[in-house]
């Protein structure tokens, strides 16, 4: 009976950027960012022979153009099968392994499979790790083979935004509806930009949700930060309920009240300490690319919900999700 071995490595795409799309479709798929992410299930596999696929697995990312990101949506999976292990009839005995290596390019959130290809490697030492471990070195991350198999599924991501476009953005919508906010910009930045229209389309979508955003946020950290300061009216007091209103965007709809308790604060601090309070919230500021600041929080919003919502590890049934 065959022995299967499911490693996965996970990759994300890339976050909103502002960007022109003015190169040619095969720059375009280029430009698609990923990263590599390794569960903690990993079967019976030794951490060195895992340790030489994942690297394997960032080298075929790497050298087909694909970049990093902190998200972890798009995943390349590698399922391992033993086809077979033979002891060689040398001084001293060798084992020998050939492994039909599966790898499987796809999306962990609607858990689409965008294609796989096979790779098949030999390799030979003195005990079952190194034995493995050489079978792997034979991948070529740089190959022909592989090329044309992350061009072809790098176009099936962008066929899949482009497609689906109306249908992402009347759900992030739906998501903002329910206060999920958070999950809502994750999604509507998680479009490449290299599917312009789409990526333009969710672009657009984005200010509306981020407003609701950190609106709710003011009210939430204005409440926390009156309430810890209610606690404790004391120098300690206003620089736990600082640690809130830091966190308060200028622009959200109760800022005039934060400012309004900050400046009660304020003057407590001074009569308790008999000098200014040394804090100072968040300003508009001026002489700056405001949009780019604004693309850069909505990127931070997607990026903390994407990071926090990962599973420790993936389970894989098959070659690929259930």
């Known amino acids: 009976m065959k022995k299967i071995i499911l490693i996965t490595s996970m990759f994300v795409s890339s976050i909103v950027t502002i960007a022109q799309n003015s190169g040619g479709k095969t720059d375009d798929i280029g430009r698609i960012s ?66 039909d290596v599966t790898i499987y390019v796809g999306d962990v959130v609607t858990r689409t499979k965008y294609g796989s290809t096979n790779v098949q490697v030999k390799g030979v030492d003195v005990n079952e790790t190194k034995a493995y471990i050489s079978a792997l070195k034979n991948i070529k991350p740089a190959s022909p083979e592989l090329q044309s198999f992350l061009d072809k599924t790098k176009g099936r991501i962008i066929e899949y935004y482009n497609s689906q476009c109306d249908f992402i953005i009347k759900d992030a919508q739906a998501l903002a509806a329910q206060n999920r906010f958070e999950e809502a910009i994750y999604k509507l930045t998680s479009v490449p930009d290299v599917c312009k229209e789409c990526f333009d389309k969710a672009s657009d979508a984005v200010p509306p949700v981020y407003k609701k955003y950190i609106d709710r946020q003011c009210t939430k950290l204005l409440s926390d930060a009156k309430n810890v300061w209610q606690a404790n009216q004391s120098v300690g007091g206003a620089n736990a309920a600082a640690a809130f209103l830091a966190g308060i965007d200028p622009d959200a709809a109760c800022f005039k009240d934060v400012e309004a308790f900050t400046s009660i604060v304020g003057k407590r601090v001074k009569e308790l300490d008999q000098r200014e309070w040394d804090f100072k919230l968040k300003q508009q500021q001026d002489g700056v690319d405001v949009q780019k600041l604004q693309v850069e929080a909505y990127r931070q919003v997607g990026i903390a919900y994407g990071t926090n919502q990962q599973p420790n590890s993936t389970i894989l049934s098959g070659g690929w999700l259930y």
């Not at 399922?79 to 001293?92: Q, R």
């Open 34 to 99: 990923l990263s590599s992410y390794m569960p903690d299930q990993l079967g019976s596999i030794t951490p060195a022979a895992l340790k030489m696929l994942e690297n394997k697995l960032g080298q075929i990312a790497t050298q087909n153009g694909l970049g990093g990101s902190a998200n972890k949506r798009f995943i390349i999976t590698a399922n391992v099968v033993e086809l077979s292990k033979d002891i060689t009839p040398t001084a001293p005995p060798m084992i020998a392994y050939t492994l």
